[in-house]
């Protein structure tokens, strides 16, 4: 599978996200298995007026008092407070030091003057123990400073039966998710990398006035095409553009690098997509045709070498220039070095410059 982003290419790229959120499940499981489960067990509680209040105004006077939520908050922090919860302690004789791992916090409900306590631990009967017991001491504590306003159980904590903590379902929806958020970053950030890397190497082995690629690299691919197989035919030729070293020194650098890239385009028209074509010098290109015997080869160059019948726009006035190739050609033979098929081919492109050809083939001995 390949996947395409602003030219960044992903291809076989759900292995690494599938590879990420299988980890991070295995975590969540692992997580699961080893964390301790935990109850919430919760009492609620009613503050209401004292019903010994008997004025009409005094109950006006409380409830308007209510709707503050003044009463209501402080009775809150009343029953969440550490002296409240260490009195309850003393009261059912259980040591504080046993009971670490307990959580006790209070809330006031939104719209209504009810208040709902909450005990948090591993034991789901000792939760619901504590919620009853330290709600009973919270309000016998509140009676005996507040008398305007009653409080008193709602409901009473259940021993509840499920823990809200760890959720199973939830945590593994989680760690896959992350990872496949993580799976997707590691994947994003590895192509932006390789990107620019990519981009950079081409920039290192492109000739920047033709467009083809450097010398270096042409010769760095017949060596390792040669590398491949022993047997296999490889051609090789060079291409000196006639009437092009007088125009190098004349022209306008834009157009000369115009008339070079012009040049390119026709070479790389006429090959095949795994064939290379190399600036070789200043007015010669070297084209590569791996695994490619005699004849092909003659008769792909000869197809270069027509395209030059059209004459090259050279600048926005549309003049135009008539160049032709001189070609040396050789092809390897069984055992020969990159070396020697180079040399080769030099020597061709020679002997067709003195011989006034446009093509010339020096075939190369077996070893």
């Not at 008997?54 to 002296?83: A, Q």
């Not at 010769?219 to 022993?230: A, P, S, W, Y």
């Not at 395209?307 to 003049?319: C, K, L, S, W, Y």
Request: proline share 5%; aromatic share 6%.
């Amino acid at each position: 599978m390949t996947i395409s982003y602003r030219g960044i290419s992903f291809r076989n790229s759900w292995k690494p996200v599938l590879i990420s959120a299988l980890a991070f499940l295995c975590l969540s499981v692992i997580v699961i298995l080893t964390t301790v489960p935990m109850y919430r067990a919760e009492s609620t509680f009613l503050i209401s007026p004292n019903a010994n209040l008997t004025s009409s105004r005094d109950i006006v006077t409380s409830l308007d008092t209510l709707d503050n939520k003044t009463i209501s908050t402080t009775y809150s922090k009343i029953m969440g407070s550490g002296e409240v919860f260490q009195d309850t302690l003393r009261l059912i004789n259980l040591k504080p030091e046993n009971l670490t791992a307990y959580h006790v916090h209070s809330a006031v409900e939104t719209d209504a003057n009810i208040l709902s306590l909450y005990v948090e631990g591993p034991d789901p009967s000792m939760a619901a123990l504590l919620a009853n017991n330290i709600g009973q001491n919270a309000i016998n504590y509140i009676k005996n400073i507040y008398q305007v306003f009653d409080i008193s159980f709602l409901d009473h904590a259940v021993v509840p039966e499920k823990p809200f903590r760890p959720l199973p379902l939830l945590y593994a929806l989680i760690g896959t998710g992350v990872g496949i958020l993580f799976g997707l970053i590691a994947v994003l950030l590895n192509q932006a990398l390789r990107v620019p890397l990519a981009a950079i190497r081409e920039r290192a082995i492109t000739d920047p006035e033709s467009l083809a690629y450097t010398r270096k690299h042409l010769v760095r691919e017949l060596i390792h095409e040669i590398g491949l197989t022993k047997t296999e035919p490889v051609a090789f030729g060079l291409l000196e553009i006639s009437g092009l070293e007088d125009l190098a020194d004349a022209l306008p650098e834009r157009y000369f690098v115009n008339l070079m890239q012009q040049i390119s385009t026709i070479l790389h028209n006429q090959l095949r997509g795994n064939d290379v074509v190399g600036r070789w010098e200043k007015i010669s290109f070297g084209v590569l045709l791996p695994s490619t015997p005699e004849a092909p080869a003659i008769r792909t160059f000869e197809r270069i070498r027509s395209e030059f019948n059209t004459p090259m726009v050279i600048d926005e006035a549309g003049q135009t220039v008539q160049l032709s190739p001189i070609i040396g050609l050789t092809l390897r033979k069984a055992g020969e070095s990159a070396d020697s098929m180079i040399d080769r081919a030099k020597k061709a492109l020679a002997q067709a410059n003195q011989e006034g050809k446009s093509l010339v083939i020096l075939n190369g001995e077996k070893d």
